[in-house]
């Protein structure tokens, strides 16, 4: 099952680590109406990885690539994806259609506990890396049993993330996320919603999920999404998640000159 249908590039790929042991990074930025949101805090994330990597950029070449795929007429309408991949050898950005729709939002998401253990002591679990294979198959094995999102705990059983994911708890008016150190990828959303708003970095587990009145995703591409169920849990409320996906709408179409 194909999750996304990106617009490839036709210039040929050149074979090096990335392609062999995934040994790379990439970033998925949301674009308004040809405008790419954040875009220079992906841009920071992803020189982060790359250092990490001992991956020298060409920034210049970068740059191109995302000013190449931000040109045709189509990109300037409607919500597009951005996503920028960078090995050794390659600096690639392609674009595809952002599906999320306002009736996701009304619905919000249903989610469930993967199988599968974050693993908090690997350095590859704090970077957006080519090696994301768990995080699309628990996305695809989801999808199949109608699930939206997948959560992952990690090898302690503390909850983490979702696949592709950062996980906020609302409790008695307060707003909770996992701690990094429990094995997440600190997502530009996530740091956008601590920003705006008091959050508290913390461990969590599944029996704190379940007795909160709210839990809500966020990434890139979604916002803020709320979770209607998790498992056999129905939460309370989605009020907080409703409001807060509201601010950053607002705050997106203050800075970039967008109605959205």
Known sequence: MNMHS???????LAIDDGFFFGIGAFETIAVERGLPIFLEAHLQRLECTLDFFGIDCDTSALRAEIDNALAPDEVQHGRKVLKLTVTERNV?????????LPRDYERGFTCDISGVRRNETSPFTFHKTLNYGDCILEKRAAHERGIDEPLFLNSRGLLCEGATTNVFLVRSDSIITPAVGSGLLAGIMRSYVCGVTEVSEREVTYADAIASEEMFLTNSLLGIMPVRRLCDHEFASTTVARALNERYLRDIANKQGLVV
């Open 6 to 12: 990106e617009k490839t590039t036709t210039k040929p």
């Open 92 to 100: 690639l950005a392609t674009m595809r259609e952002n599906h999320y």
